[in-house]
Structure formats: structure tokens, C-alpha cells
């Protein structure tokens, strides 16, 4: 069972990792939706440094208003970014978060 579903709001967290990962900066501690479960897989990051024992990761799609990535360039409001994310990247979404 995935711990999100469609429709859920999520929050991107910042965990301050080095190295490669998948998660650009414009998006960590912001809020989107989840859109949909992509599958399990392994984790980017550990198979990045040739770690292919790792446990497998849960990865979502997540849409992200722009105006809330970028408030001070003009997008039209149903604009989004879509981008997918792995489940230890996300959180749940606090109330006064904004919608995608």
C-alpha cells in the first residue's frame, strides 16, 4: 500500500542531501498534488553511487502551481510544473499550504 493517493497534498522536503539527487531546489518546501502512483523503484541516489542492494522507493507524480514556484513572473493560474517524486522526498502538506 502507497502512503499517498491522487489527490493528496504533499509538501517537498529539504533534507540537505550532497550528491545526485532528483530534486531541484525550486521545488523543496513547497506544496503540490499528488496526480498519481508511478511504481516502485530503486533509489536514484543510492544506484547513482553504485549501491544496486538498496531497498526499493515508491515514486509519484506531483503537480506544482507556478505561481507558487515563481511568484514574481506571470503565469496563468491553471499553469502547473508536473514533476515526479520519490515517496522519501515528500510529506504530508500542512493546512495553509496553496493549491497546485
Given at each position: 500500500m502507497t502512503r499517498f493517493r491522487a489527490g493528496d497534498r504533499v509538501q517537498v522536503l529539504a533534507l540537505g542531501k550532497a550528491g545526485h539527487v532528483r530534486i531541484p531546489h525550486y521545488i523543496r518546501r513547497k506544496a503540490?498534488?499528488?496526480l498519481g502512483y508511478c511504481g516502485t523503484y530503486l533509489n536514484p541516489e543510492d544506484l547513482a553511487v553504485g549501491?544496486?542492494?538498496?531497498?526499493?522507493?515508491?515514486?509519484?507524480r506531483v503537480a506544482f502551481a507556478q505561481t507558487t514556484l515563481w511568484?514574481?513572473?506571470?503565469?496563468?493560474p491553471q499553469d502547473r510544473l508536473i514533476i515526479e517524486?520519490?515517496?522519501h522526498w515528500l510529506a504530508p502538506a500542512q493546512e495553509s499550504s496553496h493549491a497546485p
Open positions: 503540490g498534488e499528488i549501491n544496486t542492494g538498496g531497498k526499493a522507493v515508491d515514486l509519484y511568484p514574481n513572473d506571470v503565469h496563468a517524486i520519490y515517496d
